[in-house]
């Protein structure tokens, strides 16, 4: 059975850090995209950073870019992101996702597996 197991959610106030981890197992995952989504009350649920299990590129929505950082320990089976200068707006609940490979990595509905989520709320 996979479990993706996210935890390093909390409160920050703006400008500070965070690093969400991600705890995978269940199955193996080369070949998969992991990814990190979220979602802020209101709002759909939106992509925000994403890498494969074997490869160094990574990829990021817009809105992050340059301020959170994706990074994986293979041996751990472990998936980060490292989220620094936050801001109010990246309050949210973050979400682990593992995508088989298959259509954008930016894309929810090609992500088969899903974490329960990790609340991330930045204070002025």
């Known amino acids: 059975q996979v479990q993706l197991v996210e935890s390093g959610g909390g409160l920050v106030q703006a400008g500070g850090s965070l690093r969400l981890s991600c705890a995978a197992s269940?199955?193996?995952?080369?070949?998969?995209?992991m990814g990190w989504f979220r979602q802020a009350p209101g709002k759909e649920r939106e992509f925000v950073a994403a890498m494969y299990w074997f490869g160094s590129d990574t990829y990021y929505a817009d809105s992050v870019k340059g301020r959170f950082t994706i990074s994986r320990d293979n041996a751990k089976n472990t998936v980060y992101l490292q989220m620094n200068s936050l801001k109010l707006e990246d309050t949210a609940v973050y979400y682990c996702?593992?995508?088989?490979?298959?259509?954008?990595?930016?894309?929810?509905?090609?992500?088969?597996?899903w974490g329960q989520g990790t609340q991330v709320t930045v204070s002025s």
């Open positions: 996702a593992a995508n088989p490979g298959r259509g954008a990595y930016s894309a929810a509905e090609y992500y088969d597996y």
């Open positions: 269940g199955r193996t995952f080369g070949g998969y995209a």
